[in-house]
Structures are given as C-alpha cells and as structure tokens.
C-alpha cells in the first residue's frame, strides 16, 4: 500500500487539544470534526488539505488527552499518512484503532518540508520525497497493523 501527497508540517509535541479542539467534542460525525482539525495552529489547513495528503511532525505528536477523536479528525480530513520523529503512545494507539497511518522516522521528519510532495510505500517501509529527490527508510509496519489500517481501523478488522 502506498500513499502519496502534499505535506502538511508541524512542530514538537502538538497535543490533541491543537489537532481537534476540546470545544468541538460534543460531536462523532467524521466530517464534522475534520472541519475543525488543526485549526487552533494553522486557520488555512481545512481549506487546502486534499485527499491523500501527508502530515509531518516532529517529537511527542498526538499528546495531550487519550481522545479518539484526534485521529479521526486528521483522517477524516483526507490526511492519508502522519510522519513524525516520535507519537504519545496513547495517539499511536488511537491512530492505528481507527486506521489512520503512522510512520516514525526522524530523518524524513527533519528533512521533508511543508508543501513538498512525498510518496510512502507502507510495505517497504520507504518514504520519497518527490519535491527534493530524497529516500528515508523506517521500519515497516507488521503485518497485523497493516492488516488493521488497510480495514479501516480495529473495529472494521474484527467485523472481517
């Protein structure tokens, strides 16, 4: 499975409260929440993420509170895959229950730049950066995680 997109980057240790603020968890609906994602740090997200689209962080993403509601946001709003130097666990979890797609990797987190167009394949663990003609390697996921995101997430896995 691959992915390929524009990036979105942010800093170190963007907590759940900037990936969907508090205000706006009165509600499930995907969409919904998706049209709040990010919002608090960057107004200009939502109006030019795109289906596929990759996220770039760097250390301690997804900290903060253990709300879902993060990852759902994030993937509902077309981001296909989050690449950052390091994930709060409880966010790492989260992502891969609703089958959002992580990868860590430092090199591609330092590297890569807002706007630069990226190309992950999952399988072989690879990571392109189109705009700059670069290759970072990171760990595959196993087959098992992988199995859960190409589902859908945890819940789609078990109704297979």
């Known amino acids: 499975?691959?992915?390929?997109?524009?990036?979105?980057?942010?800093?170190?240790?963007?907590?759940?409260?900037?990936?969907i603020p508090a205000r706006y968890l009165n509600t499930t609906d995907h969409a919904e929440l998706a049209s709040h994602c990010m919002e608090d740090i960057d107004k200009e997200f939502i109006k030019n993420v795109e289906a596929g689209d990759v996220m770039v962080a760097g250390r301690n993403f997804g900290c903060g509170s253990s709300r879902e509601h993060a990852p759902i946001a994030i993937k509902a709003s077309g981001i296909s895959c989050v690449i950052a130097k390091s994930f709060a666990r409880i966010f790492y979890r989260n992502a891969i229950n609703t089958g959002l797609a992580i990868i860590e990797c430092e090199e591609a987190a330092d590297k890569i730049e807002n706007g630069d167009r990226v190309e992950v394949d999952f399988d072989s663990g690879t990571i392109k950066n189109l705009t700059r003609n670069e290759v970072y390697k990171t760990q595959p996921f196993p087959a098992f995680i992988q199995r859960i995101i190409d589902a859908g997430g945890l819940l789609k896995t078990i109704q297979k």
């Open 1 to 19: 499975m691959k992915a390929t997109g524009k990036v979105f980057k942010y800093g170190d240790n963007i907590d759940t409260d900037v990936i």
